[in-house]
């Protein structure tokens, strides 16, 4: 989509027009290809992923060729950010969807259900992993579960229990992940320092475990008001993987905050595909002298929103709450879909959006929800000073 931004309104206008006459097409069979995934020429996946394929095909009943197969879709979704990959994998596990026993296939079903954020739904079935086996996977994906639904308790017993299964490098992470928000000033400071050290001499090989790390770092820092310290850390992070949804979130955020919009264009530019990093493309675009692909890439995202209400996909609440509140200035949809979203996740940014959101609508209800919750749970960031306000 990137490569086509002078092309779109055409393509679009096309569309549009062509729609108001015609009937769906039906493919006269089930092997028709609707479509064929992008793979990137340095990737080693697709002859893996053809070869597991054609093993399936002739042999359907085959569990083992179809959690490698999974494994592989998953992968690539990770490699790519393309959410289809998921779906893949659910489609291939799907025969065997409800066996409890086999641990590979429940960590694969794990996945996809965090993916499509039914998290409580993917706790049980963590639940039952670590019940059968200690299984440190199974445990520290239990930890980012509950971390984002916010049960902070929870999420640093998990990371306890991993003391003597993983490297000091993921067990400092972990309960950092907690540890980095519910500190005080200094304190975190120290923490922020003693981690840093030790991503630094753990000389660790794993670049998901480095870009969580230093995730990790730079969302804290930028939460504290460490601004260049997050910035530093970003950069390093996106040196390793310049694609990172993650880390590109974050350092949107971050400029954001200080009102850098140019500096955030150019970030964001190449990424908006994805629609967290569209979102805050649209934001920036919003504070300068609106572009043909600034309009156009509007209308891409309510296309998108439009197709996720008929679907009652709410994977994107957060980013939609963002994009009502900063774009559209529609503050009661965008408090809506905030308070939707803070029933099934309450990381950080949904309580930013959420506060900010209940704060211009004078929203006394929320605003006091939000303490509590903040009180309960320790947590020291400022809401009123890092929420973004433009």
Known sequence: MKSLYISIITIYCVAMTAIVNARPYLPDNDDFVLAVLPFKPSQSGPSDIDR??????????????????????????????????????????????????????????????????????????????????????????????????GRYDLVKRDCTQ??????????????????????GPESTKTLISKLRDLLAISNVKNVEVQLWSLGLLAETASLNGYWPLAEELLITGLDIKQDDTYLLSLYADLLLKQARFQDTVDLLQPFIEQTSLLVRFLVANSQMLATTTYRVQQKNLDMRIREDEIKGDQRHLREYAYYQLYVKHNKEIALQNALINWENQKELIDSLILYRAAFDLNRLDVLQMLAVWRDDNNVKIDFAAQSLKI
């Open 52 to 149: 597991l394929k054609q093993n399936l095909k002739s042999d359907p009943k085959n569990r083992l060729v179809a959690i490698e197969l999974a494994k592989r879709y998953l992968e690539m979704a990770k490699q790519t950010s393309d959410p289809r990959y998921y779906g893949l994998a659910e489609t291939v596990i799907k025969p065997w969807w409800n066996d409890s026993a086999d641990l590979d296939l429940m960590m694969l079903k794990a996945n996809v259900l965090e993916f499509d954020h039914k998290f409580l739904e993917a706790l049980t079935v963590l639940n039952n992993v670590i019940k059968i086996h200690n299984h440190s996977q199974a445990i520290l994906m239990r930890a980012n579960i509950n971390q984002i639904i």
């Open 162 to 183: 991993l003391i003597s299964d993983t490297s000091a490098l993921i067990v400092a992470s972990c309960l950092f992940s907690v540890d980095g928000f519910t500190s």
